[in-house]
């Protein structure tokens, strides 16, 4: 049966159109292949989340019965005669197809009474697509990791349901990791959804122009990340004093109760870091600059706390009081976010307020130069990008409008867009090693120097074990840079033993992650200081190390020095992340791919290649089961216990100690 051609090649792309579709496929970096498709009259040519590539070459093949076949490397993208896409690795493997079920291709092994398109581009009324793509779920034991950080305890996605959009405590970042030995990044900001099923993978864009996503093939984990890495970018280098301890709380409330906190980590001989200014030191919101009643002289403060090698890191929240000095104009000038009804509001958290405008170019550089003169040229080079997803008082995605666009079709750019804004002002100003604290991330954020926190999560067993779910799914996605509200954030009375516990075990998994930050809202509060400008805003309990009692102290001291004595392990991780993508904390598989045990663990994690931690997750826990993957002998770090690998062993877990492994002779001073 004779068809027309519906392919031609287009230098190094192949181009496929049928009907009112074109479609693009393309090397996209090494071993990868981007796709791009429309129903537009052109194609979109915005690149989101991914880079230029640097030039490789594909080869392309059409065939005389009308199909199609482009390859980049190790991964070969095959096309039917009516565009049906499927991919395969350099050995002929299947990695992925799209789920096909209509009665266009007869000749097709998938031809259909149901009339299932892979790519269904449903027409907004009036407007742009809703989209949804489909693949087959070809191997029923896959297992998929990714996608960045959800409230949930599943480590391995695969079964999941996930809302492609962004909210306090979650951060979607749509990089999919499979054990098929794939990569796949949903390349587009839109909200929407995925759905791994058992039978169908099916992503979902709300309102799009597009649809573009990005494949790549490894034979290990770890080089489908350096090749997503690749293309996406990679974090800095992380400076030297971000690697210890940072000392948080809600809230400092004074100059003089901060530098009070810091002399008594100092006094103590304990090793401290970084210390933190939250919200609510501003006389209004979007007022990005000290309020002098209670912080009379931040020169001297700032000055003070180098003296003390002491890094000071300053909360920025994005939102615009309408009574703040800047309101006005920023509105005028059109970098405030628009409503698409009813009145112009986002948060009406101690004020109404809008957010600015980070997709807009122009309200990037208005912020960022507010922030220099009134933070940055006064020494603080660390900032805290709070509300970065953004938070809504009500998530009505639908309500809310930005310079590039409609919510619904790009708004998970923000919180990069949010990153960049930072990033930029510093990178021009000279500074090298940029970081800075967000609250969410998308695709791409980590080459702005985004070190992720997990929001404004519970102080529970619960919601720790749900911590080592995100943290390691964001690393997956790209992130390589993530920490927690050490102790949880919304909780915990500093004189309740049960969350002394819940405090030690958090403690002890935050010293294995990437920053180890002690945060949260504790109780008692304190009363209300004042009644004008950052002091209408209360105050949590006290929340430094020695504030829960001496035997608490004793515990968390042990740690702040196991910290610190692991900075030169620390910095070869971050110089590994820095240059090649890694992540700091990874699942078992990462380390030991051949084993199938270490793809389905869910309860351990590796820092770095060479320890092994097995984090204590539930309270009264006295001892616990810890998976040692084959391949590799291991050391107990605590007693010098040895073991070869691939055998489950029980080990005790004493409040004091994190069970710990080193990989074959591999040696640490935690002792």
């Not at 009665?103 to 697509?129: H, K, N, Q, W």
């Not at 058992?198 to 864009?205: C, F, M």
């Not at 109760?257 to 980590?265: F, K, N, V």
């Not at 663990?601 to 810890?626: H, N």
């Amino acid at each position: 049966m004779n068809r027309p051609c519906l392919f031609k090649a287009e230098g190094n792309r192949l181009v496929f159109h049928f009907d009112a579709e074109t479609m693009w496929i393309e090397p996209w970096g090494k071993d990868s292949l981007r796709v791009r498709s429309t129903k537009m009259a052109e194609m979109p040519l915005k690149d989101w989340a991914l880079l230029e590539p640097i030039g490789t070459k594909a080869e392309i093949a059409i065939n005389e019965d009308g199909s199609a076949a482009i390859r980049n490397g190790k991964l070969t993208a095959r096309l039917s005669a009516l565009g049906a896409l499927s991919f395969y690795n350099q050995k002929g493997k299947l990695l992925l197809t799209e789920y096909v079920r209509n009665r266009r291709d007869v000749l097709s092994e998938t031809c259909s009474a149901l009339e299932i398109d892979a790519r269904e581009f449903r027409p907004i009324i009036g407007g742009d697509y809703r989209l949804s793509v489909r693949f087959e779920s070809v191997d029923e034991d896959e297992h998929l990791f990714g996608m960045g950080q959800y409230q949930q305890s599943y480590l391995d996605l695969k079964g999941t349901d996930l809302e492609l959009a962004h909210r306090n405590s979650q951060a979607s970042v749509p990089f999919v990791l499979s054990s098929r030995g794939y990569g796949f990044l949903w390349n587009n900001p839109s909200v929407g959804r995925v759905t791994f099923g058992k039978n169908i993978t099916t992503w979902e864009a709300s309102s799009t122009k597009i649809m573009d996503y990005w494949v790549t093939a490894g034979d290990t984990p770890a080089e489908i990340e350096e090749n997503y890495a690749s293309v996406t970018g990679k974090v800095p280098m992380m400076p030297d004093y971000a690697m210890g301890f940072w000392q948080c709380k809600l809230r400092y409330r004074t100059q003089e109760e901060l530098l009070e906190a810091a002399r008594t980590y100092k006094k103590k001989g304990l090793p401290i870091s970084v210390i933190v200014i939250d919200f609510f030191h501003w006389p209004l919101q979007g007022e990005w600059k000290f309020d002098p009643t209670y912080w009379p002289d931040p020169d001297a403060m700032i000055a003070e706390l180098k003296e003390m090698g002491i890094e000071l890191m300053v909360s920025i929240w994005p939102t615009v009081d309408y009574r703040s000095e800047n309101f006005e104009e920023m509105k005028r000038l059109g970098y405030l976010i628009r409503t698409e009804r009813g009145f112009r509001l986002s948060m009406d958290f101690q004020g109404n307020t809008v957010h600015f405008d980070t997709t807009n170019p122009e309200a990037r550089k208005y912020v960022w130069n507010k922030v220099k003169k009134n933070y940055y040229d006064k020494g603080v080079k660390l900032f805290w990008l709070d509300e970065a997803e953004p938070e809504y008082a009500v998530y009505d995605f639908d309500d809310f409008r930005y310079h590039l666009g409609p919510n619904l079709e790009i708004g998970n750019l923000y919180p990069m867009m949010y990153a960049k804004t930072f990033f930029d002002g510093m990178k021009e100003a000279g500074q090298e090693n940029i970081i800075n604290l967000i609250r969410c991330a998308w695709a791409g954020s980590q080459r702005y120097g985004a070190l992720v926190w997990s929001g404004d999560i519970h102080s529970d067993f619960k919601t720790l074990r749900n911590q080592y779910a995100a943290g390691l799914n964001m690393g997956i996605a790209g992130i390589p840079w993530w920490t927690t509200d050490i102790g949880g954030f919304h909780g915990g009375h500093i004189e309740d033993p049960a969350f002394h516990e819940l405090l030690i075990r958090w403690f002890q998994f935050g010293t294995f992650c990437p920053v180890m930050r002690l945060h949260g809202d504790r109780e008692p509060h304190k009363p209300q200081l004042g009644t004008t400008g950052g002091a209408t805003c209360i105050s949590g309990a006290d929340n430094e190390v020695w504030t829960y009692g001496p035997e608490v102290e004793k515990i968390l001291s042990k740690y702040l020095f196991i910290r610190e004595r692991l900075k030169p392990y620390i910095q070869s991780l971050m110089q590994e992340a820095h240059e090649k993508g890694t992540p700091v904390i990874r699942p078992l598989f990462y380390e030991f791919p051949e084993d199938e045990k270490a793809w389905k663990d869910q309860e351990e994690y590796f820092f770095g290649s060479d320890i092994l931690v097995a984090p204590v997750m539930k309270a009264g826990m006295t001892s616990r089961e810890v998976y040692l993957p084959a391949g590799a002998s291991w050391k107990n770090a605590w007693t010098d216990e040895r073991f070869e690998g691939g055998q489950v062993i029980t080990v005790e877990t004493p409040i004091d100690q994190i069970p710990l492994f080193y990989k074959n002779d591999a040696d640490f001073p935690i002792r």
